[in-house]
């Protein structure tokens, strides 16, 4: 077991619901996106978001439209389609089960230690 | 000082030093290859290469401001390495299959790399998991124990065993799993030095590959069975190569030693030299080799594409030209054939007769003369190649047919008839003409020519030569035994005189002969003179043995020792000598 690639995995286990997340209240283009993962540390890097975009938006959970931007390439703006927001409500759900779930197993077995 | 290149980032324009530009390929090559197609490969390189362009627009200040190895380092150290590009269930999967994948699709390859001569060696050293040493000192001991064969059995495989050019064959060539960890890492041991050289990978076969060989690995049974199944392919696909390689390499020395070069005297150059058919030998040669050769050539691939799977393929030009090639030789061949076959349509007589000074109450001796120069080989009717008294090449044979015939004129006479095949009738006849043959004849003796030459320029058309001696009724004939071997006894040539009546004096009548001296009449005298006449017999033992069918009768007394079968069979030993009598 590596334990860089167990964290990195932990990582991106929530990161599409991160991402979700991000994009529930306005659309954004892949650099704010980055931001606010980056900020909250929940990314190292950026590169592992482009195929995981590219998978959400295949699912038909995102789509994305094209803006001209000022200095630089032109930017893809992405936005949740109904059902990203639906599978966002459910993930919503699983994860604050799965955070409930998480917070009594590991105290319990620091109660256990003790 | 660097040299800049231009690029095309996302639609914008970027100046940026040369060895920038080879890393930042380097690095959207990896991530190209750490993603399979059917995630969307080119929409997110589009995406990671629009990021790139504007992280690059946010570092330079000017547009002249060229991008240095400085820049790229930074922006990959934001956008992470190849591996960070892997989605989750792809580095599950990584860790379950590298193990597995490593004993699954190791290829034959050639190892140019470590190559003497076209790297066969050690790309079959990497196949079968041994050191490359061992598989050139085989290929040694087998060239020379096959006097030099087994060279074009390594240069089959030169041609058609791939090289291993891309970083995934070279891995593939040791067994070792197609993975972006290992790519990466060959790529620097410096096994590849240009950047282009690795694009070929084909990432999601591997991928799949290491995935069949995780779930086939659950079918034990089944691949047991196959296994044995494909060791038997393999068999007959050695087979058919063995069979088809030595006939190939059977014909190519034919072609080079006979054809080309006529090192070897083999018999056909002689018939091909005499049938003058009207192309020169090496022609027909190549005819040949290309109608025979072409076929098993095919054989050989069929044989190799069952050894080696990845086998690369000759190309539809090829094996087209090779077919047309085949195919333009069976039409020369047959064209060469049917001419030769019009060449001989006609056929030609000529007929000289001479008269013969024998009358009916003459006897004549008739014998053949033999030439040890011209004498017959194994084969009567061949005609054979040779350098006569002034070096000229001639070609004789010993086809001389010999009849005897009777005749109601006062003096016997001889005809010789000679025939040859030619493309016209007056063709045929000029040839026959030009048969030289001879007789002789002295005192009462008559001597025929048991050869007869022609000249190499009128070729082999059939040449013929047939004696009819007529002899006048009354006359007799003593025939030496040498010419039993020419004496054709065949009603169709009207012949009277027949087998075994050679050596004995024979009184000619019409249509027959008789026989004066033969031994039949010979031996009915002495059984009648000395057998039965038992008044002379002193101090006698007889024995009489066998059964009823074999009855052998056997005499001894002071005259000798007579042993009789029947009438014709006997044995007699007297002081005279020795006398067997057979029928």
């Known amino acids: 077991m590596n334990i860089e690639n167990t964290k990195a995995q932990m990582r991106k286990g929530v990161l599409e619901y991160c991402i979700l997340s991000v994009l529930r209240d306005n659309d954004a283009y892949v650099a704010e996106i980055l931001e606010t993962l980056k900020d909250a540390k929940l990314l190292v890097v950026e590169g592992t978001i482009y195929p995981l975009l590219t998978r959400l938006k295949n699912a038909g959970l995102l789509n994305y439209r094209w803006e001209e931007s000022t200095g630089g390439p032109p930017r893809k703006y992405y936005g949740l389609t109904d059902t990203g927001k639906d599978f966002l409500k459910e993930l919503t759900h699983t994860w604050d089960e799965l955070q409930t779930a998480v917070a009594i197993v590991t105290t319990q077995k620091n109660k256990n230690h003790e | 000082m660097n040299k800049t290149v231009n690029i095309n980032l996302a639609g914008i324009f970027f100046h940026i030093d040369e060895d920038a530009f080879t890393k930042l390929q380097h690095y959207l090559d990896a991530i190209k290859r750490s993603l399979s197609s059917s995630q969307g490969q080119e929409e997110i390189i589009a995406d990671i290469e629009a990021r790139i362009a504007e992280l690059f627009s946010e570092k330079t200040k000017t547009d002249r401001q060229v991008i240095s190895i400085r820049e790229v380092e930074e922006v990959i150290a934001i956008m992470g390495q190849p591996e960070d590009y892997m989605l989750d269930e792809e580095i599950f999967e990584d860790e379950t299959t590298y193990a597995r994948s490593k004993t699954n699709g190791k290829q034959l390859f050639r190892d140019t790399d470590h190559s003497y001569v076209g790297g066969v060696s050690s790309g079959l050293g990497h196949y079968l998991?041994?050191?490359?040493?061992?598989?050139?000192?085989?290929?040694?001991?087998?060239?020379?124990?096959?006097?030099?064969?087994?060279?074009l059995i390594y240069i089959a495989l030169w041609i058609f065993v791939p090289e291993a050019k891309t970083t995934a064959d070279k891995l593939s060539m040791r067994g070792e799993a197609v993975n972006i960890t290992n790519i990466e890492r060959k790529i620097r041991e410096g096994f590849d030095d240009v950047s282009g050289k690795v694009r070929s990978v084909d990432y999601e076969k591997y991928g799949n590959q290491a995935r069949t060989g995780a779930s086939s690995a659950a079918k034990g049974v089944g691949s047991g069975i196959f296994f044995l199944l494909n060791i038997f392919v393999k068999l007959i696909g050695i087979l058919i190569l063995l069979i088809a390689g030595t006939t190939l390499i059977g014909l190519f020395i034919a072609l080079f030693t006979v054809g080309t070069f006529g090192i070897i005297d083999a018999p056909w150059t002689d018939y091909i030299e005499m049938a003058g058919i009207g192309a020169p030998l090496w022609t027909i040669s190549l005819l040949t080799f290309f109608a025979v050769g072409i076929p098993f050539f095919f054989l050989f691939i069929l044989g190799l594409k069952i050894l080696v799977r990845k086998l690369k393929s000759i190309g539809t030009p090829a094996k087209l030209v090779l077919l047309g090639l085949w195919l333009l030789s069976i039409i020369g061949l047959a064209v060469l054939g049917i001419k030769q076959a019009t060449l001989r349509a006609f056929e030609g007589e000529v007929v000289t007769t001479e008269i013969l000074p024998i009358t009916s109450q003459d006897t004549l001796y008739l014998a053949m003369k033999y030439n040890p120069d011209y004498s017959s080989g194994a084969y009567k009717t061949d005609l054979k190649l040779k350098f006569d008294e002034k070096d000229n090449k001639i070609m004789y044979s010993t086809d001389v047919r010999l009849v005897v015939k009777s005749t109601k004129d006062s003096t016997g006479r001889i005809e010789i008839i000679k025939t040859a095949d030619g493309s016209d009738y007056k063709d045929a006849k000029q040839r026959a003409e030009n048969i030289r043959y001879n007789t002789s004849f002295l005192g009462n003796e008559?001597?025929?020519?048991?050869?007869?030459?022609?000249?190499?320029?009128?070729?082999?058309?059939?040449?013929?030569?047939?004696?009819?001696?007529?002899?006048?009724?009354?006359?007799?004939?003593?025939?030496?035994?040498?010419?039993?071997?020419?004496?054709?006894?065949?009603?169709?040539?009207?012949?009277?005189?027949?087998?075994?009546?050679?050596?004995?004096?024979?009184?000619?009548?019409?249509?027959?002969?008789?026989?004066?001296?033969?031994?039949?009449?010979?031996?009915?005298?002495?059984?009648?003179?000395?057998?039965?006449?038992?008044?002379?017999?002193?101090?006698?033992?007889?024995?009489?043995?066998?059964?009823?069918?074999?009855?052998?009768?056997?005499?001894?007394?002071?005259?000798?020792?007579?042993?009789?079968?029947?009438?014709?069979?006997?044995?007699?030993?007297?002081?005279?000598?020795?006398?067997?009598?057979?029928?």
């Open chain 2, 129 to 151: 998991g041994i050191q490359a040493i061992w598989v050139r000192l085989l290929w040694i001991i087998l060239t020379l124990a096959s006097s030099g064969a087994f060279i």
């Open chain 2, 446 to 583: 008559l001597f025929l020519d048991s050869y007869f030459t022609a000249n190499l320029n009128d070729h082999y058309r059939d040449q013929e030569v047939r004696v009819v001696v007529y002899l006048p009724e009354g006359s007799t004939l003593y025939a030496d035994e040498n010419i039993s071997s020419f004496n054709r006894s065949s009603d169709y040539y009207g012949n009277i005189l027949n087998y075994d009546q050679e050596g004995n004096y024979l009184k000619i009548s019409e249509n027959s002969t008789l026989c004066e001296s033969c031994p039949q009449t010979e031996s009915d005298n002495w059984d009648e003179d000395s057998w039965d006449n038992e008044d002379e017999f002193d101090g006698t033992i007889d024995f009489e043995g066998g059964d009823s069918t074999d009855n052998v009768k056997i005499r001894i007394n002071g005259k000798g020792i007579n042993i009789n079968k029947d009438e014709t069979n006997k044995i007699r030993i007297s002081r005279d000598g020795i006398e067997i009598q057979k029928n």
